[in-house]
């Protein structure tokens, strides 16, 4: 009696949007979509990430896994921080972060403001320049070895055909200094059209009737392009540039099939180190250590980052 | 003479369109070189691939496509003579070479586990995904930018530091070398992707939509799978193709933690191996058709690209 009561009630006062919908509260109905998702980031990332915290300050070694595991405290952080061809892994990393980025940063640019130009076509040669950054790194690695090669390859042959520089001098990957370009000319040969792709973007967001408005003043196109243009696009470029920096700290296919760190260790990069201490030395303890720290230096860096791009932003 | 208005001298002038034109088009023609060297060579016999100076005309031949897909013996031409007439043009081909067929190629299964594992974790992802990011749109959810942003973080650690942990649970567990464990693993890369991108596209669909289905009687659910899921397709599809491109294209955590029955394609072909080194037209061959279907997903996602690729931090 008193049930049929309330139904009726509930029944004649309109539901303030299904509040409940049978036994499922929106709150519930919520966590039950957002749970999954939580689990699985929990299971695959959180959950190993915690487990190599815990590696970090042993001696384990994976493929030994019946030794008995020693607690070392900090010292895996300290050999690491002492450790000579770690800094230099570190250095060749930032070099070759350093050298990508600004190449793929000017050429982007340039193409994204002439591609705004919107010239015929200009949709088909955007399409056909986007094609690079869609390939698989490895792939793509893996071929560019065969177009380095001295005596066979493309790239020499071209190279030669302008320059008069006999082939066999132009050894991209077994050269020392020449080494490191191979793998940034193909990197930015790769990731260009991305850059290319956001700065096309902050280009398209800056309002026509600011230039407009410079025209009306007479500002010269050069004065246009320092004034309005280039801070304009200055959120989108640093943007480009945070995900190309995360991605090329972390860079490991393309170098791993182009050179695999040689000659020597010349292109080795971090990534490569962490390989080779952890897949090929079996210092699972040592190595975890240097992935903790090259993930709190990519997140470190990228929060400082973010923070300066937000100002750039309000401004 | 003439005047200008303000708009017409702000619009570039006919040259200077022209000029930009031709710096892309002739920029893109060399950015596309080495793809067309790739497709060339597949087409070349192995002595044409690795002539000096490059062949640029030559006498195409299918016959890197037959090395890619089957693995050779090298016999005696007395051998070779004594076995019957060639069943193919694969078994001339390598007869001339003094060798014969002695059996399919890795090729194919491997490809067949790139589908897999690239299809399968896409699913998993935006299946996923999508119920988050309608959570996230549509409910108060506790600490969502906290969350959020803990998701997009997961992006960020290097593959070869996560591999080192998830390699040992995953030999724990039994998941080593196994395509379930590959399309967990690329599903919980992807989702991240997914949640952000697809957060972005629900967000544009007004809340009034399910709200007036409510009104109608329909519940949450059926509001969500009525009026919100077929709003949102364009968007779902999108994130589909570039957790699919994602998943096809990975090699860290495949070569890291795949050895043999559930290896994927990109470490597989670098491994193509001729007589004295790299089959290149093998290895062209094969790179030639794991690069088809991404070809064909770029043409169709042009649009779409550039939320994909940024998290959907731009809108375009």
Known sequence: MLNRTAENVARATPEPLARKVRGISDKGLAWLFISPTILLLLAINIFPLFWAIYLSFTNYRANRPNEV????????????????????????????????????????????????????????????????????????????????????????????FVTRIPPTDIQMLSNVSLAPWSIIIVDTWMWTPYVMLICLAGLRSIPEYIYEAAEVDRASNWRQ????????????????VLFRGIENFKMFDMVNLLTGGGPGSTTEVASITLKRQAFESWRTGYSSAFAIILFVAVFGLANIYVKALNKVKQR | ?????????????????????????????????????????????????????????????????????????????????????????????????????AGPSNFLPRFVNSLIIAFGSTFCAVFLGTLSAYGFSRFKVPLADDLLFFILST??????????????????????????????????????????????????????????????????????????????????????????????????????????????????????IGEGGQDWPAVAAGTTIFLVPILVFTILLRKQLLRGITFGAVRK
């Open chain 1, 69 to 160: 595991v020693k607690n070392l405290g900090l010292a895996n952080y300290q050999r690491i921080l002492g450790d000579k061809d770690i800094w230099i892994a570190m250095q060749t990393t930032a070099h070759f972060v350093f050298w990508t980025i600004l190449l793929q940063t000017l050429i982007g640019f340039t193409l994204a403001w002439l591609i705004d130009r919107k010239f015929r076509g200009h949709a088909f040669w955007t399409t056909l320049i986007l094609v690079p950054m869609m390939l698989s790194p490895a792939v793509v690695g893996n071929f560019w070895r065969f177009l380095y090669e001295p005596q066979i390859g493309l790239f020499a042959y071209a190279i030669s």
């Open chain 1, 225 to 240: 392009f320092w004034s309005i243009t280039l801070p304009m696009a200055l959120p989108f470029i640093m943007l480009a």
């Open chain 2, 1 to 101: 003479m003439s005047l200008t208005t303000a708009h017409s001298v702000v619009a570039p002038s006919t040259n200077s369109k022209r000029i930009a034109g031709a710096i892309i088009i002739a920029y893109a023609l060399i950015s596309i070189v080495p793809l067309l060297w790739i497709f060339a060579t597949s087409f070349k016999t192995p002595p044409d691939s690795i002539a000096y100076p490059p062949k640029i005309l030559f006498q195409p031949s299918l016959e890197g496509y037959c090395n890619l897909f089957t693995t050779r013996t090298r016999q005696t031409p007395e051998y070779i003579n004594s076995l019957g007439p060639a069943t193919g043009f694969c078994d001339e081909t390598t007869r001339k070479r003094n060798m014969v067929i």
């Open chain 2, 155 to 272: 992006r960020f650690m290097p593959p070869i530091a996560v591999a080192i942990p998830i390699y040992l649970m995953y030999r724990e567990l039994g998941l080593s070398d196994t395509a379930l464990g590959m399309i967990l693993l690329y599903t919980a890369v992807n989702v991240s992707l997914a949640v952000w991108l697809l957060k972005g596209f629900i967000d544009e669909i007004p809340r009034e939509y399910e709200e007036a289905a409510m009104i109608d009687g329909y519940t949450r659910l059926q509001a969500f799978w009525r009026t919100v899921l077929p709003q949102a397709t364009t968007g779902i599809a999108a994130t589909a193709i570039f957790c699919l491109i994602f998943a096809w294209n990975e090699y860290a955590f495949a070569a890291l933690l795949t050895s043999g029955t559930a290896q994927t394609a990109p470490p597989f072909i670098p491994t193509i």
